[in-house]
């Protein structure tokens, strides 16, 4: 089994993603912010949602992510790429390593704004991924002792989760900027998960809880 395929066989996720081709510069370029504001990743081009190689010309494909990196992006997001070959087809690999800065793409609104990994999605930011992300890099520590607040907010997610941040507010009644500080901090000690579904964010309670 070759490298690629050895990569392929992992699946989407939050380090990984696949293109068939680049037709929308904006477009990629939030999956590009979305690894550079998480924990980087790689996307594959020439390769199909389900796995499938079918290949890319990647002078073609690089002229698009090089414009979706330095003029749909802000700042522009440092990337490095690899050209695999597999039978008779080429993939494109674009690597994103995590950056210090934070970077922004356009949403469907036109307005410029951070995006973030979730799974298998690159989720526009909201105030919860906003916080993690600045947490990262202030790396507060976990305490030792979860106040009465954190726990009653726990518990909510353990009992009722996967739930959205309304649902938890509703059975909490916290102000939702107190409530965002809260889900940020518990999420960046790991007692608490992101999922991506149909209907938006859902947190739930993890392994470490």
Known sequence: MSELVSKILKGEGENLDFKFR?????????????????????????????GKIVGCDPEEEYYMIEGASSIKSRPAIPFKTKVWKEGHHLVLEVMVEPQEVRCKALDD??????????????VRGNRVLDIVWRLKREMPARPERFSDTEIDVLKVIHN??????????????????????????????????????DDGLKYFTSDLF
């Open 109 to 122: 609104n036109g307005k410029w704004g951070p995006y973030y990994r979730i799974d298998d999605h690159s």
């Open 22 to 50: 680049i037709d929308d510069q904006t477009k990629i370029a939030r999956t590009l912010c979305a690894f550079a504001n998480t924990t980087g990743g790689s996307l594959l081009i020439g390769v199909k949602d389900n």
């Open 160 to 197: 009722h989760g996967p739930v959205s941040i309304s649902s938890i507010n509703k059975k909490v009644k916290l102000g939702f900027n107190e409530l965002s500080g809260l889900l940020a901090s518990l999420i960046h000690w790991g007692v608490v998960d992101i999922s991506m579904q």
